[in-house]
Structure formats: C-alpha cells, structure tokens
C-alpha cells in the first residue's frame, strides 16, 4: 500500500460540541472555548449543538428500535418519536470527535444531557460500531468548587466508552477532563482562568487526537459501516437482537 503523507495529513476533522445546560451559560460558554481551541489545530472544523435549543423525548424502553433493520439509513431512527433527533443523529454522526460538557446537577450531569445520550440505542441497533475508534472528552461545570465536577466527567466518559470511542483527557490537571467552578455566575462575570485553562487544553487534545486517529484508520481501515456506501458495507446482526 502507498502512503500518501501529504494526504493524510490534509484530511479534515469534525468536532462536535454538545452542551447540556438547559440555558445559555457557563456550559455554552466554555464548550465554545473548547471548540476555539480545537479550531485552532490545522484540518479541524466545528459544530456546536446546545441542547437548551432543541426538543426531544426521552426513551421511554418500548423496544421497538431493537427491530429496525442492520444496515438501513432510516429517516426516522426512533419508532415512537418523530423529534429533533431525526436532524441531530446525522449531524452526531457526521462528527469524527465529540466535547460533551454539563453543568453539575445533584452531583451529576443534567436530566437534559442524559435524555439526549438515551436516545442512542437505536444507533446500536441498526449501525453497530459506528462510533468506533471516534474520540471523546469531557468538560464540567459545577456552582461549587468540589460540587461534583469530577463525578460528572467520569459518566460523560462512561457515554464515549460505551460507545467505543477513544476517551481523552486534557493535559496535568485535568487528568479525566475539564473541570470548572461557576460560583453559579453567568458568563459576563465567570472568573475561573484555571477552569478556562483546562478546558482550553482539552478542546486541543481532541482535536489532536481525532487528527492522528482519522489519519491512521485511512491507513488500517477498521470496518466501521460507512454511511455513504451502504450497501458495501453490510453491517453484523446486534448480538442481543430479538
Ligand atoms: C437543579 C440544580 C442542581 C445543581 N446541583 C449542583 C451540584 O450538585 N453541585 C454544584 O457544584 N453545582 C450545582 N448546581 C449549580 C450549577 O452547576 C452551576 O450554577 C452551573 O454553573 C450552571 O451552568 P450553566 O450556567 O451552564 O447553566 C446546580 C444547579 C441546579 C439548577
């Protein structure tokens, strides 16, 4: 096989940026520092979904995606809700890299987050692995110093290793990812340069990382359905499939 250098180092990246807070704050804020900072590396382009901005329903376990078909590009994923997922699933599947941020809720991250991040079975389903060997990192948001920052970052993590994804941190002291305090202030007063930092530093390495890993899945392809080219990718039955 030849390897084109120059090729591979001018294949370009997406990055999504997905904010949990149900208001424009802190979290909006910082997640858009982030995507900045990843902007910033060559190659790399930005989206930013703020999910205060969009409707959706929560997974409600009625089954009924466990029997689309593998393989099919369905208009609507989810039997039971025609939402705003049907227009957010294309475009979380267009991105090679994810910067998923929340505020600190009851020591966690939003209701609003873990709605959105239910919604993703019938991806399972129907595109097994998709997400596989994409990257991820975290970014939290608490009103407390210790409020649970770090409690929130771990489960967002959870949500890109269940998928397969790779999951980043950020650089020494944000060692499972961005954490930052609020003092429950919106943006015009936030002050926490530490936090900024932080965020700043992971916004990068994602970045960083989705660059070295889509050049080197050019080079040892990984079966990954492509979305594109269906029918030359069948993809496998799920393993749990009724
Ligand atoms: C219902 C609720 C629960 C909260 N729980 C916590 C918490 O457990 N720990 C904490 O540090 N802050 C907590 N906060 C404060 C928010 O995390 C904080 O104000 C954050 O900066 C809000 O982010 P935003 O500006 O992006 O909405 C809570 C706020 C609300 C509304």
């Known amino acids: 096989m030849s390897l084109n250098i120059e090729q591979l180092k001018s294949e370009k990246v997406r990055i999504l940026g997905i904010s949990g807070s149900p208001r424009n704050g802190v979290t909006d804020y910082l ?10 590396v060559p190659g790399v382009e930005t989206d930013f979904l703020p999910l205060h901005k969009v409707k959706i329903n ?3 376990q009625c089954e009924q995606c466990l029997k689309l078909d593998p393989g099919r590009n369905y208009e609507h994923f989810c039997p039971p809700f025609h939402d705003d997922m049907d227009e957010l699933i294309p475009r979380f599947l267009a991105a090679d890299g994810y910067i998923i941020a929340s505020p600190v ?10 709605i959105f991040m239910g919604r993703f079975r019938p991806l399972w389903r129907v ?16 009103g407390t110093r210790y409020g ?6 771990q489960v967002i993590n959870s949500f890109f290793l ?12 944000g060692y499972i990812g961005a ?30 990382v989705t660059r070295i890993v889509k050049a080197g899945r050019a ?16 993809v496998k039955e799920a393993p749990y499939a009724p």
Not at 31 to 40: F, R
Not at 128 to 142: E, L, Y
Not at 181 to 206: A, C, H, M, Q, T
Request: hydrophobic share 35%.
């Open 127 to 142: 595109f097994k692995g998709v997400h596989r060997n994409k990257v991820g990192g975290a970014i939290s948001v608490g």
């Open 31 to 40: 997640s858009q520092i982030a995507l900045e900072e990843a902007s910033a």
């Open 179 to 208: 954490c930052a305090w609020s003092r429950d202030k919106l943006p015009k007063e936030f002050d926490d340069p530490i936090g900024v930092e932080k965020v700043r530093d992971l916004g990068k390495r994602v970045a960083e």
């Open 105 to 114: 809720y009851e020591m966690n991250y939003t209701p609003l987050l873990g």
């Open 58 to 60: 929560h997974c409600i």
């Open 162 to 173: 269940l998928n397969e994804m790779i999951n980043v941190s950020g650089t020494s002291g």
């Open 148 to 153: 649970g920052q770090e409690t929130s970052v």
């Open 219 to 234: 080079l040892f392809p990984d079966g990954r359905p492509d979305l594109n080219n269906l029918d030359k990718n069948p």
